[in-house]
């Protein structure tokens, strides 16, 4: 055994006995196959909007009332691609290896014409699993930049809890990005609405609840269930966000450069409600998937949901805090 290997076994022991975990579980299980999604085309696996635009105009006329889970959120990430605002706020926590425990947030916010994504997450028990991360983007729609301002730096952000979480970073400090740098580091527009791509080709294996009609709360509730490679196609854009954002010391001046960069994934459970008018009110997310961080393979659980908001009010209150109205 190679002195390498031999040190990485040792670790993993250790850790295994100081926290109840199996050995198969955390070395030998994290070693399943790579999913090569790294060349994949955003386009290669969405399905053709002009069917989307299709099934989204016979939902709300009326001439389609049963649904499935996928057209569900194919008809909401319509919508919202539609919309002249929204604010979607994701809060949730993050677990790795069974014992190094994170919090969340990301307030994402179109209006008058402007984009606005903030992402916090501070490590706040000093573990090396996950690094703390501050980011601040603006993009104003139709330009050829996006402003960046990024941080691994704990004291860049506020509060003490998911909940009240904010970012002392903003306009002083950003730097420009064009429009092709931030595809080659993230692999889709800032435009996008939803962090997960859902279509014909990513539930070609998966599981998603058919003939969904409202409830009697008046709401649509749906479930997706994805696992291995077809999450790991779902998740194209968004494995490069994690991969970025996961990059500990320093903030990275490439992007990731094989599929080995990104994380394996595992599964995804989605869980979404939507109201009469098909805007979306929540998507609940459980994401398992292996990470090389620390410890190669190493697994991660986060379990988050994202809140939609539609009112001027709300998203205009949001503006203020933030100094951008």
Known sequence: MKIKNFIIYGVVVLLAVTTGLLMGELYGDSLIPLVDTFSTQEIEIRDDEKDIEKLYNDAISGKKTSFSGK??????????????????????????????????????????????????????????????????????????????????????????????????LGRDGATEWSLEKYRSFFKTDITTPL?????????????????????????????INLSYEFAA??????????????EANTIPTVPPQSSSDLPQWESVSITG???????????????????????????????????????EETITSYLESIGEL
């Open 195 to 223: 962090t997960y791509i859902i279509s014909d080709f990513t539930c070609g294996k998966g599981s998603y609840d058919d003939n969904i009609t409202l409830n009697e709360n008046g709401q649509y509730v749906f479930e």
């Open 233 to 246: 196609y779902a998740a194209l854009y968004y494995s490069f966000e994690i991969t970025h954002f996961l």
């Open 71 to 168: 057209e569900l959120y194919q008809i909401a990430e319509y919508k919202l691609k539609q919309r002249d605002s929204f604010m979607k706020v994701l809060t949730g926590d993050v677990e790795s290896m069974g014992f190094a425990h994170q919090q969340l947030r990301s307030n994402k916010v179109l209006y008058n014409n402007q984009i606005y994504y903030l992402k916090m997450s501070p490590n706040l028990n000093g573990t090396p699993m996950a690094p703390s991360m501050a980011v601040w983007m603006n993009y104003e729609i139709g330009s050829d930049h996006i402003l960046m301002n990024e941080s691994r730096n704990i004291n860049d952000i506020t509060g003490d809890n998911k909940d009240n979480f904010n970012i002392t």
């Open 273 to 311: 409600v939507m109201d009469s008018e098909f805007n979306l009110i929540s998507l609940s997310y459980v994401e398992k998937y292996r990470v090389d961080q620390v410890i190669k393979g190493a697994p991660v659980t986060n379990t988050l949901v994202d809140n939609f908001y539609y009112d």
